[in-house]
């Protein structure tokens, strides 16, 4: 129990906030004709059971990046950006979330 303590605390303390996924966007560029960085765009979230833990937010969320030129909706999954749930901690998710209350 208190090692499941411990780890939870360390899980939190390497927890990204939204300025580092912004970071972890520097170098990837959209693939449309004029080729822009993607770095510096907006970072939209939303609620997913299947997305990235944010530091300050409770819930997993879905990350995208609109590309400034074309408008293309870039998921962070199709940028290759780690962090995304795994099928289980997917499940752990969705069980906080759904059947714990
Ligand atoms: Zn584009």
Known sequence: MFLNKV??????????????????LLGRRCTC???????GTPIHYT?????WKVDGIENRQELTVVCPKCGFLWSFAILGIAGKATLEE?????????YSK
Request: charged fraction near 40%.
């Open 7 to 24: 780890l939870v605390s360390l899980e939190e303390a390497l927890m990204s906030t939204l300025a580092d996924y912004g970071r972890m």
């Open 33 to 39: 004709k004029e080729k822009p960085g993607l770095a």
């Open 47 to 51: 609620d997913h059971v299947s997305g």
């Open 90 to 98: 997917r499940r752990a998710e969705e069980k906080r979330r759904f």
